[in-house]
DNA sequence: TTCTTCGGCTTTTGTAAACTGCACTAGCAG
DNA sequence: CTGCTAGTGCAGTTTACAAAAGCCGAAGAA
């Protein structure tokens, strides 16, 4: 029931591309760095991210990554999705045939129910957030100098 | 982001109780052969449980266990709880000062601020349902004989 | 007192998250 | 075209915790 590292380390890595200069390629190394995540994790994690077209690959010298989308048309939900795949609260709850409960009970489990209501919640408010949403409260916050 | 097999099984465990008449004292082992559960590790989840004054424990011949409640009296978010302890997203939720990266960038973190948002919709589902509710949506959809 | 059932603690097992390493490839710079 | 840099892809290893099993003791009914 807790976000896995990933998905912390995958949203602050792209919220680390958020806050600069959209036409800036930032090496992992920097990202890595600044955020105190293990650099060939990373790797993995914006190697999904830029399969799903969340950011943009750049190879050789001076390469990096850069935003593939403004930051206001990317949700919090995929991201996380795209790093964890959809995430369920029970493994029925994506489908029926997954529960090996169901013939119990008359093929009805109320728990599901429950958790399909409870799931939608969730989903709406990663859904209904971007980047930018991110990215807004964090300047609303940071203590000017 | 998944929910453990403890608190899987202690719902459907207490869900069990709540289908008898509420006077009946049932033993782990049936419980735990009608639901599919291990009998000793739902021993352990319904030690909890009794604790937390959710059930009540009979020992001795023909001892088991009652509800200690009325069905509507237990809300699925106190159950999830008992077993689990109080569930977060990110263990920065609870208390800031678990949150290692906050320094960083001046003390505040996007990310947590929408978790607790995202936590308290979760939250709200769970605390708003009783065992009674799930008990009713259960015998609305039973198959009748 | 004896059998039954829960109580509490310890240990084992299994699995997935978290992290590491290496060989390879694409691309830019000079 | 040479050489360096930074991402790509896959195959490990380590670690942590969930899930389960085991053992002995305590409480309670017959």
Redesign the pocket.
Known sequence: MQF???EE?GVFGVLYLAEKDSSLVT???EISEAQGI?E??L??I??SL??AGIVR?????????TLSKKANEITIKEILETIQGPYHLMKCVSSMSECDRSEKINGYCALRELLVIAEKQLVDVFEGHTLADLLAWQRANQIPH
Chains 1, 2 share one sequence.
Request: net charge positive.
């Open positions: 896995t590292k990933a380390y090496p992992l190394s293990p060939k994790f790797a993995k914006f190697q830029s399969k690959s750049h190879r050789g010298v001076r390469g990096g990554f």
